[in-house]
């Protein structure tokens, strides 16, 4: 594929076919406008109700956002407990938690669900928020602003709170949730811990009590958008939001996730110096879920064994060692990402030290190897996020089983990766891997509750779109 990083760009590619709104200055977030240059197209173009709900909601968020008229009243009508008068508004918090890959998932589901019930979503900056992504709409900010009057409140929050959802359906004995009056305030634990009081959540009985509280907190480390398309209360809104299913991650991260500028600076430089001039570009990315230090030679094997099998990679010719015995003018550039230095170094000099079968020249590059996760620390962070858009960028995708690092690269790049199945007691599964059914992310902790029969029901066998994901058998995929 031809990306000519010089080429002029259209002013229309640029807003995505209309995804993003033209109303952005320039300056403030390089990547929003530019990134065309170095994201492929999208899989699929949004549908004009996608655009059009967007641009709503933009007008929403101008309207009741930080420091509107409408902000003040709520929050004062917060503080006088319920006594002033309260404005029109409603929202959904989304508290910052857990490691990169699953934040970004959540954001986008909060960011759903927000679309799906008319809410504003205003996002907790965490240690890290505001130096990863820019903001995604025009004029007013999606942060919570450090006055925050009720901040510590609600960081506080956890399922024995008084104001959790779960916890007040617990207490309320699950009667009748029509009887139930909910706080004005309440919290929803969607973490991967949750009980089955909490999980009423996806519900749609339990949605229609929720829209009574103009103040929902949520804290959850699940990307459980797949679990909405089984609502009915949604089904219509869905359909007409995502004629093509599998694409909700694709288009609201393409909409929601533009990297700050130095982030950007990451991203670009390296593109550049690395992966611009290659014929085909291949992401492998390395997460290694065992404990122990690696790099591991089961899993070096296990990479080595799909993409020869699937043919993402070369063959090497480890006896004849001739030189130059096929001329081949291709070149193929792997970009790794893992924790461990040990993997691509491995595999660059398999290919160092023995001739290709065709020909091609394969180079190998990895950015960073911060040899363990460290969630707290921004830059870690900005060389996360750039990695995985750098991932997203490439042709073809290898990712590793269970990781939400690999779906956020999937998932923007709109690509259905090969995925590396999960090891188990340190050997490489066989077949060593297996393409995804689609882009999607995959809901790990999904609930298997019908909520009209009350009792238990796989959630992955009820409709077409939503099924048991390739890497984890118990989880929901989108497809
Ligand atoms: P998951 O644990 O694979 O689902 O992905 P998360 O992104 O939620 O958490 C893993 C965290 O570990 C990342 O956010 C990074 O901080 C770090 N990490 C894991 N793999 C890599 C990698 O290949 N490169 C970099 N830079 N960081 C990584």
Same mark, same amino acid.
Not at 258 to 279: C, D, K, M
Not at 333 to 354: F, P, Q
Not at 391 to 401: A, K, M
Not at 431 to 444: D, L
């Given at each position: 594929?031809?990306?000519?990083?010089?080429?002029?760009?259209?002013?229309?590619?640029?807003?995505?076919?209309?995804?993003?709104?033209?109303?952005?200055?320039?300056?403030?977030?390089?990547?929003?406008?530019?990134?065309?240059?170095?994201?492929?197209?999208?899989?699929?173009?949004?549908?004009?109700?996608?655009?059009?709900?967007?641009?709503?909601?933009?007008?929403?968020?101008?309207?009741?956002?930080?420091?509107? /008229?409408?902000?003040?009243?709520?929050?004062?009508?917060?503080?006088?407990?319920?006594? =002033?008068?309260?404005?029109?508004?409603?929202?959904?918090?989304?508290?910052?938690?857990?490691?990169?890959?699953?934040?970004?998932?959540?954001?986008?589901?909060?960011?759903?669900?927000?679309?799906?019930?008319?809410?504003?979503?205003?996002?907790?900056?965490?240690?890290?928020?505001?130096?990863?992504?820019?903001?995604?709409?025009?004029?007013?900010?999606?942060?919570?602003?450090?006055?925050?009057?009720?901040?510590? /409140?609600?960081?506080?929050?956890?399922?024995?709170?008084?104001?959790?959802?779960?916890?007040?359906?617990?207490?309320?004995?699950?009667?009748?949730?029509?009887?139930?009056?909910?706080?004005?305030?309440?919290?929803?634990?969607?973490?991967?811990?949750?009980?089955?009081?909490?999980?009423?959540?996806?519900?749609?009985?339990?949605?229609?009590?929720?829209?009574?509280?103009?103040?929902?907190?949520?804290?959850?480390?699940?990307?459980?958008?797949?679990?909405?398309?089984?609502?009915? =209360?949604?089904?219509? /809104?869905?359909?007409?939001?995502?004629?093509?299913?599998?694409?909700?991650?694709?288009?609201?991260?393409?909409?929601?996730?533009?990297?700050?500028?130095?982030?950007?600076?990451?991203?670009?430089?390296?593109?550049?110096?690395?992966?611009?001039?290659?014929?085909?570009?291949?992401?492998?990315?390395?997460?290694?879920?065992?404990?122990?230090?690696?790099?591991?030679?089961?899993?070096?094997?296990?990479?080595?064994?799909?993409?020869?099998?699937?043919?993402?990679?070369?063959?090497?010719?480890?006896?004849?060692?001739?030189?130059?015995?096929?001329?081949?003018?291709?070149?193929?550039?792997?970009?790794?990402?893992?924790?461990?230095?040990?993997?691509?170094?491995?595999?660059?000099?398999?290919?160092?030290?023995?001739?290709?079968?065709?020909?091609?020249?394969?180079?190998?590059?990895?950015?960073?190897? /911060?040899?363990?996760?460290?969630?707290?620390?921004?830059?870690?962070?900005?060389?996360?996020?750039?990695?995985?858009?750098?991932?997203?960028?490439?042709?073809?995708?290898?990712?590793?089983?269970?990781?939400?690092?690999?779906?956020?690269?999937?998932?923007?790049?709109?690509?259905?990766?090969?995925?590396?199945?999960?090891?188990?007691?340190?050997?490489?599964?066989?077949?060593?891997?297996?393409?995804?059914?689609?882009?999607?992310?995959?809901?790990?902790?999904?609930?298997?509750?019908?909520?009209?029969?009350?009792?238990?029901?796989?959630?992955?066998?009820?409709?077409?779109?939503?099924?048991?994901?390739?890497?984890?058998?118990?989880?929901?995929?989108?497809?």
């Amino acid at each position: 594929k031809d990306r000519d990083l010089h080429t002029a760009i259209q002013p229309e590619d640029k807003l995505l076919s209309g995804l993003l709104s033209a109303k952005h200055g320039v300056g403030s977030c390089l990547s929003r406008y530019n990134s065309v240059s170095y994201q492929h197209k999208l899989a699929f173009e949004p549908s004009s109700y996608l655009i059009a709900k967007l641009r709503r909601y933009e007008d929403l968020h101008k309207h009741c956002g930080v420091y509107t /008229e409408s902000y003040n009243k709520t929050l004062e009508w917060l503080r006088s407990n319920g006594s =002033s008068s309260s404005s029109d508004c409603r929202y959904l918090i989304w508290i910052s938690f857990s490691g990169l890959g699953n934040r970004i998932l959540t954001l986008a589901s909060a960011f759903l669900y927000s679309l799906l019930t008319n809410r504003v979503l205003l996002v907790d900056p965490g240690t890290d928020m505001t130096d990863l992504f820019c903001e995604p709409f025009p004029d007013v900010s999606w942060f919570l602003p450090q006055d925050f009057p009720f901040k510590e /409140e609600f960081s506080n929050f956890n399922q024995t709170s008084p104001d959790c959802y779960g916890k007040i359906m617990k207490n309320s004995m699950r009667t009748d949730s029509s009887g139930v009056i909910l706080p004005s305030v309440v919290y929803l634990h969607l973490v991967h811990d949750y009980d089955d009081d909490d999980k009423l959540f996806f519900c749609d009985q339990d949605q229609a009590l929720l829209q009574q509280s103009p103040w929902l907190v949520m804290k959850t480390d699940n990307y459980f958008v797949p679990s909405l398309f089984l609502m009915s =209360s949604f089904e219509k /809104e869905l359909n007409d939001l995502f004629p093509n299913k599998d694409t909700v991650f694709h288009l609201l991260g393409r909409y929601l996730f533009h990297p700050t500028n130095s982030v950007w600076g990451l991203i670009t430089r390296y593109y550049q110096a690395y992966l611009a001039r290659a014929s085909e570009r291949i992401g492998i990315q390395i997460r290694v879920f065992d404990t122990g230090t690696g790099p591991f030679q089961h899993i070096l094997d296990q990479v080595l064994t799909c993409t020869l099998k699937e043919n993402l990679l070369p063959q090497t010719d480890r006896q004849t060692n001739i030189i130059g015995s096929v001329s081949n003018p291709k070149s193929k550039t792997v970009l790794i990402t893992s924790l461990s230095a040990g993997y691509m170094e491995k595999l660059r000099d398999i290919y160092w030290e023995n001739p290709t079968v065709t020909g091609e020249r394969i180079s190998f590059y990895q950015p960073s190897h /911060e040899e363990h996760q460290q969630t707290e620390k921004s830059i870690h962070n900005q060389k996360a996020l750039a990695e995985m858009y750098l991932l997203s960028t490439t042709d073809v995708l290898v990712t590793s089983s269970w990781s939400t690092f690999g779906y956020v690269a999937q998932g923007l790049g709109g690509l259905k990766p090969w995925i590396l199945y999960k090891p188990e007691n340190r050997t490489a599964p066989d077949p060593p891997c297996g393409q995804a059914m689609s882009m999607e992310p995959c809901f790990h902790a999904p609930p298997f509750y019908d909520c009209k029969a009350k009792k238990g029901v796989d959630t992955g066998k009820l409709v077409p779109h939503v099924k048991h994901c390739e890497d984890m058998p118990w989880g929901i995929k989108l497809v």
